[in-house]
């Protein structure tokens, strides 16, 4: 078992900075590849970014790419989501997930944080 803990949500102006942090204990951490996945009042969890057991390689979705930055420590057993010029329309509460497979669908991730706030105002 993996436990996820997600933290540094917030209220933020369009176009300020968040970092997330997701802290995990359990197994062994960097055993996992790591997503961080947002879902917004009515709407479906989507992806937003993973990062690979190693940290080598990382995946956007499209809508944050270029201003979102995922990176992790395993030695601190944490994976960050850095969020840079934020938009009302990614105000969402934002889950980071581990899982052996990853990638970008929910259906590669086993364990799941219990979420964190983000709002954005325009």
């Known amino acids: 078992q993996v436990q996820l803990v997600e933290s540094g949500g917030g209220l933020v102006q369009a176009g300020g900075s968040l970092r997330l942090s997701c802290a995990a204990s359990g197994r062994t951490f960097s055993s996992y590849a790591v997503g961080w996945f947002r879902q917004a009042p009515g709407k479906e969890r989507e992806f937003v970014a993973a990062?690979?057991?190693?940290?080598?390689?990382?995946y956007y979705a499209d809508s944050v790419k270029g201003r979102f930055t995922i990176s992790r420590d395993n030695a601190k057993n944490t994976v960050y989501l850095q969020m840079n010029s934020l938009k009302p329309e990614d105000t969402a509460v934002y889950y980071c997930?581990?899982?052996?497979?990853?990638?970008?669908?929910?259906?590669?991730?086993?364990?799941w944080g219990q979420g964190t706030q983000v709002t954005v105002s325009s």
């Open positions: 990062i690979t057991r190693s940290g080598e390689v990382t």
């Open positions: 997930a581990a899982g052996e497979r990853g990638f970008t669908t929910l259906r590669g991730y086993d364990f």
